[in-house]
């Protein structure tokens, strides 16, 4: 005892009160400036620090009427506190509905997976493949022992990156501990960009919602899956649900006997420009409508209710820049689907077959390709019907848990190409459930929340070779 414990009990004595206010001050500031320097660098799934991809550029999503408090308030608690913590949704209730005597294997369109994975069979999948891809990602997926990390290169159109992040995070839920260790690049803007031709030599592995015979891109479930916050679209489930009610409303019979579409024609889309000129019930037996999603937003989206768009017969499908999203509803009608041959694939056109699905319209001539077909349909009506039904049903077996059956194949395949092991990249952060529901609005946390997967007590189907 002596001196020291005397120091100790009272230290003000020794430091005047001017030293301990002015290093007080000092770390503050020196707080204040870390925090305004993390603030302003770190990218998060709602886009914040990020510009638009360059090859395909759209409005910026401002931040300015957040005050710089709240600003940081939020990235610091979504971004760096909500992951670490354990108030993680624990127990998660496990799903009922085991169904063990039905056969487990996988639609037949999962072996597509093979074909988009057969550019790396040979050279496998080397950390140059990913670094090569990120010029063309607007973010890298990294997963490590069930957990997920992300880097952000780009914004994200809308809410892309939020609903494609959930849907990666649902399926990490679905099976936990199954999901293996993996390093991917993944680009959430509409068209495929790596070219066959182009990337011969060295093809790149990059992800997004569709590719073509002539692009490498690895074709992955679209975000609407798990919600479309600015349509109103909800998740899957509940969509197909709702669609196929309000088609079972009117009886084939008394559905009207004509061809619909509804869409936006302004997206940088020849064929609905062209399907315009066919808006004649008389002469096309089409009846074109065009969605205006100012109007749509003012009047609450109740007239483009998708439950409420199979009253036709016949429901056309036209690719928008890329692929559209729209697909998956139209199918789901019931009604004979009409699609416009397609420049693009997303993951499950690849399983839809001409004549037993849907009936497949030329491009060229299309006006007078529609009536015949309509008209075919109206004096086939039993065929006609038995196509459509056909096609409602190849959605409905399309359940979530189908949806992530197939993410759970790919990425597992992907992984096994890939020849080295994946760590959590030093700019990545790990993004959680609870994260990316800390960044959404209210809309985005009601999709998101009857999105949530729960583990499954059966293994994936299994793809038969
Ligand atoms: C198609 O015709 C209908 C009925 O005449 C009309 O209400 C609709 O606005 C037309 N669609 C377009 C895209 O012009
Ligand atoms: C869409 O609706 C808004 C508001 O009703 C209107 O101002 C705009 O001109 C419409 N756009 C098109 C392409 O028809």
């Known amino acids: 005892m002596g001196i020291f414990s005397r120091h100790n009990h009272r230290p003000s004595s020794f430091l005047p009160r001017y030293v301990v206010f002015f290093a007080f001050m000092f770390l503050a500031l020196l ?32 931040f300015d009427e957040e005050s710089t408090y709240s600003k940081a308030s939020t990235i610091i608690q979504c971004s760096y506190l909500t992951c670490s913590s354990s108030s993680l949704v624990t127990n998660i209730p496990r799903s009922t509905n085991s169904k063990t005597t039905e056969s487990n294997s996988c639609p037949s369109f999962f072996r597509s997976i093979g074909y988009d994975l057969e550019p790396w069979a040979k050279s496998r999948i080397s950390m140059s493949h990913v670094m090569e891809a990120q010029k063309y990602a607007a973010f890298r997926v990294v997963i490590v022992g069930g957990k997920l990390f992300v880097d952000f290169y780009y914004a994200c159109v809308q809410s892309r990156a939020m609903f494609t992040i959930w849907g990666i995070l649902q399926l990490l839920r679905r099976y936990p501990g199954k999901v293996p260790d993996v390093d991917l690049m993944f680009d959430c803007m509409d068209k495929p960009i790596i070219d066959r031709a182009e990337h011969a030599s060295m093809p790149l592995p990059l992800f997004r919602y569709c590719t073509s015979p002539h692009h490498f891109d690895i074709p992955f479930p679209d975000w609407s899956f798990w919600g479309w916050s600015e349509t109103h679209i909800s998740p899957w489930n509940e969509e197909f649900k709702s669609i196929k009610q309000g088609s079972s409303s009117l009886s084939w019979g008394r559905k009207i006997p004509v ?62 820049y890329a692929w559209s999203v729209s697909l998956k509803y139209i199918l789901s009608c019931g009604s004979l689907p009409l699609i416009i041959s397609p420049q693009y ?44 039904k056909a096609a409602q049903d190849f959605m409905e077996s399309l359940s979530m ?65």
Not at 40 to 62: C, D, M, R, Y
Not at 303 to 318: F, N, P, T, V
Not at 353 to 370: A, R
Not at 413 to 439: G, H, R
């Open 31 to 62: 707080l204040y400036f870390e925090v305004d320097n993390l603030v302003s660098q770190t990218k998060t799934i709602v886009g914040h620090n990020l510009e638009p991809t360059p090859w395909h550029v759209f409005p910026v999503k401002s």
């Open 259 to 320: 061809a619909f579409w509804k869409g936006n024609p302004d997206v940088v889309s020849p064929i609905r420009i062209e399907l315009l000129n066919c808006n004649n019930t008389e002469m096309w037996r089409a009846r074109i409508m065009r969605q205006n999603w100012t109007e749509e937003e003012r009047r609450g989206f109740q007239s483009s209710k998708l439950s409420k768009q199979c009253r036709y017969r016949y429901k056309i499908y036209a690719e928008g």
């Open 345 to 388: 694939q997303d993951f499950l056109s690849r399983g839809l077959i001409p004549k037993k699905n849907y009936l497949s319209i030329p491009p060229f001539d299309l006006c007078p390709s529609i009536k015949a077909a309509v008209d075919w349909g109206n004096a086939n009506p039993l065929e006609a019907e038995a196509i459509g």
């Open 401 to 465: 848990d189908r949806i992530y059956d197939y993410m759970y194949h790919l990425i597992s395949e992907y992984a096994k190409l890939q020849d080295f092991v994946p760590v959590q990249p030093s700019s990545a952060l790990e993004v959680c459930t609870n994260s990316v529901l800390c960044y959404a609005d209210d809309k985005q946390k009601s999709l998101l929340r009857r999105s949530l997967a729960f583990p499954s007590d059966e293994s994936p189907c299994t793809i038969s070779r």
